[in-house]
């Protein structure tokens, strides 16, 4: 070993003797800040991360280390010290070893000299570092390889430049079958063997994060081969004019022998998938224990059909073997209750008819390009995940996410697969569950309670509701096999006592029927399951089976086996009539529609009734205006249950249709929010901290004005990062930028929500300031390049609030809004004959006003009108070059948190598209830029600087290879 060092530390102070070192950091330096910087366009991307560093090195590295190696073996044998080496007493394992060492360390200080880049991106975005080492592991593997293969024809020549050509050809070789090129020009299966077989593959695989031991062995198996051809080829040099004898035909042999072990462990390790480690951040590429906790929920077998096609898209492609591994950890954790398959539907005629009469599935057109013909191909990329008789489909739309990097230049990577998959799963799992006994997914007993007057104080719909309730209890408890108690309980008994106690702890207060009856009477329902208690709300037709759906919507909460029921409020809007050149007006909120209903089912409610649809499990109220009394009374009343309300609003609305205007409104929501400590001020919000714009610009051209769009940094537009982020039990899991547009700064009242919990979710940069006007058209003249005016109240402003606990109702202490037309009421409650009075019952309305809350009543207020609509994320998509949906995560995410659906909240934060930069002005992106080269000449400055010291050490390199081999023998 210790000649082996010496020969390394020789040849590696030869590179630092002459300027052959310089010349290879320097051009290695140049080229990888060209290619990061001008070809990979990084501040264009907008992505925090370093793959464009690394997304052409098997290519570079094939001439760096072909230029490397090629003067190594064949210096010395064009000098005539190859003869002197091979006759010394050293071993030429030895001299092998120790020039691939040397070659091996020139390269790491080299990488070592990119360091600074990826520190750089780091300071001006959330890198992952994980994918950055795994990065750098498979560079060094890669050289590894490379420098083995050009040590190996470097000794098969004396001329350099044949040994420059045939190392490249060589790893060429070794490169091409993983790539597109030759990928596209056969089938998926055939594509993946090529994949197996290519260098350039193996790179990516470990690039994207994902250490696998099979790719890492890969690397090694090719540096065994061909050093071991090396050392036999140095060997064969030796043996030259003499005739072959047993020890040559043992060396053939042993040759053999070690290279046929070498490839066949590539054999032996390819079926093992387990060893592999995924670097990523937030494990992207792993199955996550909440995917794992669904599939433990399954009681039959779940298939996961894949149909992909042998011919398809070259972006797609790639993409197929990743999801097929994963789609195999699926299995795994199954533990026997998954099955997984993989068709080709042109394979598979009666699979493939089946696909489209029974699920839907039917080719898509890909449209192809070479360098020859334009082509299109019908080609599958589906996944059916199918449980009981309940399936959902999944697309190429539904699993990718497309970057663009240029006009003509795409990035196409899968987006969240395991999110995918797994929502997938749980729809169908709860979907057969929900067709089954609705108690499959409740543990321990259920207890109704029915907080009633005696009948003679109830109005006569209720006497008979009392009785429907016994009823449905009794049915219950025999379908639940005895879990279902009914309790009934007269809150005047005692005292008063439970009065008092049900009015402190729900709000219960008692009720009337009009202003002009004087009687009051109590009629309240809840159920009781695991210390968690939710109130059923009357039935407006005091029906059975009204009240029996309520009960059965209430049992459905403490269920996992059911999906819920979002109850959404949208302004209301005209659809566009393009058959009559008519546009739409107001605003569309289709993408958050879609998303939400994927996992959701949602209601819409224009809460003119005054209350919120019975089964809705959450409330979410988006850009309300000028909503009445009872409106509001629905969104109170439905806190006071103990329910969850989302609010995106604001006192200004924006309208992007035919110009750029801001207009002031009123929510109608401003007095209660007030009531519950919370102030929306009319104001709104500019950050130096912002997101682009496509904004219309005039400017004067002689006597004429011209209209122009551009792009400028937007200070309506706030740019939240996680340090504008406060995340609260995985809230904002997977939201590592979020954009709202003109937006509200919050206030709280301390003194009202003191005895609440209070999170300020959002807020903008200590950079930011607040403005009252209109005017939200930037005017460059007057203001600059900023095109606003900075005000004097500079600081972090609320954006996102979240407040919890103990809420009392606007309406406490007041008649319920709800008794409209009090005449009418009146004379039918007091009308005498019951006949008539059993007449009219159904026209009667109830008045109850719940006065206080319990602990999991929740408000999420956003202070925007505009930053969920469609056009105002599909302006963001186009300027970030993404499909930017953060807003809609957001909420998606509140959702799920509310609900207590932690499980799909863990995994959708786990998208590898969720890191951006931040919002940097021109002048700072050429100063990081700069700062790179700057910090790449102070390296080659040090470099240059060492390379005096190592002469003297390369001139004693033969005296000491020859004293130490004479010690030795």
């Not at 005047?492 to 009477?521: C, H, W, Y």
């Amino acid at each position: 070993m210790k000649t082996v060092l010496r020969v390394a530390r020789k040849e590696f102070a030869g590179f630092f003797a002459t300027p052959v070192a310089f010349i290879f950091f320097g051009s290695f330096l140049l080229i990888t800040l060209f290619i990061v910087f001008w070809l990979e366009t990084f501040f264009a991307r907008n992505i925090a991360d370093i793959r464009p560093l690394f997304s052409w090195m098997p290519a570079l590295l094939i001439f760096l280390c072909a230029a490397l190696t090629m003067r190594m073996w064949a210096e010395e044998r064009r000098s005539g010290t190859l003869e002197f080496l091979l006759t010394a007493p050293v071993s030429p394992t030895s001299l092998v070893l120790g020039k691939f060492l040397a070659g091996l360390a020139l390269v790491a200080v080299a990488l070592l000299l990119t360091l600074p880049l990826p520190t750089t991106v780091s300071f001006i975005g959330p890198l992952d570092w994980g994918p950055v080492g795994a990065g750098y592991l498979a560079t060094f593997f890669l050289a590894a390889a490379y420098l083995a293969i050009g040590l190996f024809i470097s000794v098969r020549s004396d001329n350099q430049i044949i040994s420059l050509i045939g190392t490249v050809l060589a790893c060429a070789i070794f490169y091409l079958p993983g790539s597109h090129a030759l990928t596209s020009l056969v089938g998926n299966r055939a594509g993946e063997i090529l994949r197996l077989l290519g260098s350039g593959s193996r790179f990516e695989s470990i690039t994207r994060g994902v250490i696998d031991l099979r790719d890492l062995y890969f690397y090694v198996s090719v540096c065994a081969v061909f050093l071991t051809l090396n050392v036999y080829g140095l060997e064969r040099l030796r043996w030259a004019g003499n005739t072959n004898n047993r020890r040559h035909r043992l060396w053939n042999l042993l040759t053999l022998l070690l290279i046929a072990n070498f490839l066949a462990a590539n054999f032996w390790l390819a079926p093992i998938s387990s060893l592999r480690y995924d670097t990523t951040r937030n494990r992207i590429y792993s199955i996550s224990q909440a995917t794992r906790n669904y599939l433990h929920q399954l009681r039959e077998p779940l298939l996961i059909r894949g149909y992909f096609s042998a011919q398809t898209h070259p972006l797609l492609a790639p993409l197929v073997p990743r999801i097929r591994d994963l789609l195999k950890e699926y299995r795994i954790a199954g533990n026997g209750k998954v099955r997984v398959e993989f068709i080709d539907p042109a394979e598979h005629p009666e699979l493939e008819q089946e696909a489209g009469q029974k699920y839907g599935i039917r080719p898509v057109p890909f449209e192809t390009n070479s360098k020859y013909r334009s082509t299109v191909t019908n080609s599958y990329f589906n996944i059916l995940i199918k449980y009981g008789d309940q399936f959902q489909t999944l697309g190429f739309r539904d699993l990718i996410e497309v970057k663009a990097r240029g006009e003509n230049d795409l990035e196409v990577e899968l987006r969240n697969p395991e999110y995918d998959i797994t929502r997938a799963i749980k729809k169908v799992l709860y979907a057969y569950q929900g067709s089954g006994n609705l108690f499959s997914g409740i543990k321990g007993k259920v207890t109704i309670t029915c907080y009633s007057s005696p009948e003679n104080k109830l109005p006569q719909p209720l006497t008979g509701l009392k009785k429907d309730l016994a009823a449905i209890a009794d049915k219950l408890k025999k379908s639940s096999g005895g879990r279902v108690d009914l309790r009934t309980v007269d809150p005047e008994a005692d005292g008063g006592k439970v009065a008092a106690e049900i009015n402190k702890k729900f709000g219960f207060q008692p009720m009337m029927v009009s202003l002009l009856d004087p009687r009051t009477f109590y009629f309240y329902i809840t159920i009781e399951n695991d210390g968690r208690v939710i109130q059923v709300p009357l039935p407006g037709d005091f029906s059975k089976a009204s009240l029996n759906r309520d009960i059965n919507d209430g049992l459905k909460r403490f269920s996992r086996g059911f999906l819920k029921t979002i109850a959404l409020y949208t302004p209301p809007s005209t659809p566009p009539m393009p058959q009559y050149n008519i546009p739409g007006s107001g605003k569309s909120f289709r993408l958050l529609r879609k998303v939400l209903g994927e996992e959701y089912t949602i209601i819409d409610t224009d809460l003119k009734k005054g209350r919120v649809p019975a089964d809705a499990d959450f409330l979410m109220l988006i850009a309300p205006r000028n909503l009445d009394r009872k409106q509001v009374f629905a969104v109170d009343q439905f806190l006071m249950q103990g329910g969850s309300v989302a609010i995106a609003a604001a006192p200004f609305d924006v309208n992007l249709q035919g110009g750029l205007r801001a207009t002031s409104t009123k929510t109608g929501l401003a007095p209660w929010l007030a009531h519950m400590g919370i102030t929306m001020k009319k104001t709104m919000v500019l950050d130096e901290q912002n997101s682009a714009f496509p904004i219309p610009v005039e400017r004067q051209v002689g006597m004429f004005r011209v209209r122009e769009t551009r792009l400028i940094n937007y200070p309506y537009f706030l740019d939240i990062r996680p340090s504008g982020m406060t995340d609260t039990k995985g809230l904002l899991s997977g939201i590592r930028q979020l954009t709202i547009s003109w937006a509200s700064p919050i206030t709280v009242d301390q003194q009202k929500s003191k005895a609440r919990k209070v999170v300020q979710l959002l807020h903008s940069s200590p950079q930011s300031w607040t403005s009252n006007s209109l005017n939200i058209q930037p005017d460059f003249k007057r203001y600059g390049a900023a095109g606003f005016k900075t005000g004097n109240d500079l600081g972090a402003k609320t954006v996102g609030l979240l407040m919890e606990g103990n809420f009392n109702s606007w309406f406490a202490g007041q008649p319920s809004p709800l008794l409209a037309n009090i005449k009418k009421y009146a004379k039918d409650t007091l009308k005498k004959d019951g006949k008539k009075a059993k007449k009219n019952n159904k026209k009667i309305t109830i008045g109850r006003v719940l006065a206080h809350s319990p602990e999991s009543a929740r408000i999420f207020l956003f202070p925007s009108n505009t930053f969920l609509t469609d056009t105002a994320i599909g302006l963001l998509s186009s300027v970030l070059h993404t499909g930017y949906q953060a807003p809609i995560q957001l909420m998606t995410n509140v959702v799920d948190w509310s609900l207590e659906d932690r499980g799909l909240l863990a995994i959708r934060g786990r998208s590898q598209f969720a890191r951006t930069l931040l919002p940097l002005t021109r002048k700072e992106q050429i100063f990081w830029e700069y700062l790179n080269y700057g910090l790449a000449a102070a390296g080659l400055l040090l470099i240059w600087l060492l390379r005096f010291g190592a002469r003297r050490h390369a001139q004693t390199y033969y005296q000491s290879i020859l004293a130490h081999g004479r010690t030795e023998a």
